[in-house]
């Protein structure tokens, strides 16, 4: 008398190789699938990712604009009319490594799954375990920009382990029994993962597991004695979880309402209707009060249009909603900076530069703060950290050329003129500078150079009409090229540090009110709420991804923080 190792009932077993399960549960035993779907799904992310590099997105750092055209998951553009994005942000991946490991837990966990599922099963599963995790991290966090096929993956996982455990699958699937440790070990360590690095977007992953833990209840298994294939029955049973997953996205939907209202905010941002934006803003803040990136961004629309107080407030909120955000305490310093506060916007860019010691754009806006502050000396400090962090900085280095002309150290401003120059979108004013040091060191030929230079540069640019009367006003004033007496500006003769305090206010004047009236809000639609100087007027800048996970993770977009946590990489600073 024998036992079935399935339903544990005692039958007769005619030999001792017949195997342990009864004749009516041997009736019933599941028929290994041939293998079609997985290697397209692995061939298919693989192409998608090629096709990407192809077109100019980035091998192992995609930015956040390029993801999302094409096609990543963001929370005010899906829950606005492009409810796609649940689906094509399946197949994108942020980077070479992040493809890599999504592309082999695909192939180990999906060729295991489809032989015991079938083709048609394990398609269906995978793609509504993908939609179902991408809709619980809509729920969750709907700010974050993700992409990745993990939450799909969680979902085949999810099914064999309910295939194990509660299907009791019989013999012919010892493979997965011998695989069920290493599976299990798998999901552990990715949502452990998950809940502890930042950069992993975990609720793509928890969705995906329960959808495929769900489904593989319900979904009928091929058999091997020869009866058809419940492909009927399949296409019914996943029929029904569509529905039940429409309903659940209904309520995301709902639930989820200010976020679309916040989605339609930044794009008014980005048409450049920023009074309508900041109504809207004020709706949205009012019934989601708790989101600190809304009001940074109703803060960020009033200081475009220098409704300083009102900023401020906005700003101080945010801040204190997520007291690590460097970007939230770098655009209340610039605030401050603007509304001349200065000795507030010292103290907010203190805070940037230690949040960020590693990156030069606290530094910089601290440096600009001391020199508005007309503390010269006390400016090239953090400019010259600022530089040590980013030597290709151009905006850092121009400021430190400042900061040391207004202390009469000539020789260094120049040095740091140089650095900048071969970074400088707008090189005008670096000639300009340049120059004047120059005409100080009584170097005229050099000095007439770099004021030929500014007028030629400057003439290309509407916003450089005062660089260029500067510069030929320099050129007058030095006079004919045999002259070498007259020196630029004559208050300088004696280089008084008055009349050196009264150009320096030139600069920073110009370089404190370019910033608002350039600044694009396309960046802050892609849910890219960055970090800016105030020492340029440079727009927004793509960033790309966060970490990536050691096993499967599914990635969001570096500057697409969680909540609580600092951005991933600020916003780079632009050359003056």
């Known amino acids: 008398m024998a036992t079935c190792a399935k339903c544990g009932t005692h039958f007769f077993q005619l030999c001792e190789d017949a195997g342990p399960l009864c004749p009516r549960c041997l009736a019933t035993e599941v028929s290994l699938q041939p293998l079609r779907v997985t290697p397209i799904l692995v061939g298919l992310i693989v192409v ?122 019989p013999a012919t699937a010892l493979v997965l029994r011998r695989d069920l440790a290493g599976i299990g070990s798998f999901v552990l360590y990715n949502l452990f993962y998950g809940f502890t690095h930042a950069g992993i977007d975990n609720g793509a992953h928890v969705g995906g597991l329960l959808t495929g833990l769900s489904l593989a209840a319900f979904v009928p298994l091929p058999v091997a004695q020869g009866e058809p294939r419940p492909q009927r029955r399949t296409v019914a049973t996943f029929g029904v979880a569509a529905v039940l997953l429409a309903f659940r996205g209904t309520f995301v939907w709902r639930a989820r309402a200010p976020v679309a209202e916040f989605g339609a905010a930044l794009k008014l941002l980005d048409d450049g209707q920023t009074e309508a934006a900041i109504q809207a803003l004020q709706h949205v803040v009012t019934r989601w009060p708790a989101e600190a990136r809304a009001h940074y961004s109703l803060g960020a629309a009033l200081l475009e249009v220098r409704r300083f107080d009102q900023a401020i407030a906005s700003l101080r909120t945010a801040s204190r909603l997520d007291s690590l955000n460097t970007a939230f305490a770098n655009e209340l310093g610039i605030a401050y900076l603007r509304n001349d506060q200065l000795d507030s916007a010292i103290v907010l860019f203190k805070r940037t530069a230690g949040l960020a010691p590693r990156r030069s754009y606290g530094h910089a806006n601290l440096g600009l703060a001391y020199l508005r502050a007309g503390r010269a000396v006390e400016a090239i400090t953090p400019l010259r950290t600022a530089v040590d962090v980013d030597p290709n900085d151009a905006n850092a280095q121009f400021l430190l050329g400042n900061a ?95 009349v050196v305090r ?45 970490q990536v996970a050691n096993g499967l993770g599914r990635r969001s977009p570096r500057g697409c923080p969680r909540p609580g946590e600092a951005p991933r990489a600020p916003r780079p600073v632009s050359p003056p």
């Not at 390029?66 to 649940?86: C, E, H, I, N, V």
């Not at 398609?123 to 729920?139: A, D, H």
Request: with cysteine; hydrophobic share 50%; net charge positive.
């Open 404 to 498: 040391y002309l207004a202390t009469q150290a000539f020789a260094p401003a120049v040095a740091s003129f140089d650095a900048a120059l071969p970074h400088a979108k707008d090189s005008a004013r670096v000639y300009l500078r340049r120059g004047v040091a120059y005409r100080l060191m009584q170097r005229q030929a050099d000095a007439r150079a770099d004021f030929e230079h500014a007028v030629s540069f400057g003439t290309r640019v509407a916003a450089d009409s005062e660089v260029v009367a500067d510069a030929r006003r320099g050129l007058a004033e030095l006079g004919p090229a045999t002259r070498g007496n007259e020196v630029f500006l004559d208050a300088f003769v004696d280089v008084k540090p008055a």
């Open 48 to 169: 998608i990712y090629v096709a990407m590099v192809a077109n100019g997105v980035s091998f192992s750092d995609p930015t956040t604009d390029a993801l999302l055209a094409w096609g990543a998951d963001f929370g005010p553009l899906a829950l606005r009319g492009q409810s796609w994005r649940l689906l094509t942000s399946m197949f994108l991946h942020a980077g070479f490594l992040h493809l890599a490991f999504n592309a082999w837990a695909l192939w180990v966990l999906g060729r295991l799954t489809e032989r015991l599922l079938g083709s048609v099963a394990f398609t269906l599963l995978y793609l509504l375990s993908g939609i179902g995790g991408n809709l619980l991290s809509l729920l969750i966090n709907p700010l974050q920009v993700s992409v990745g096929a993990s939450g799909a993956i969680f979902g085949a996982a999810g099914a064999l382990v309910t295939l194990q455990y509660v299907r009791k699958l």
């Open 502 to 546: 009264a150009v320096l206010e030139r600069v920073l004047r110009e370089l404190g009110n370019g910033v608002e009236e350039r600044l694009r809000w396309r960046s802050l639609v892609f849910g890219r709420l960055y970090d800016r100087q105030e020492s340029h007027g440079s727009p927004l800048n793509g960033l790309s991804c966060g």
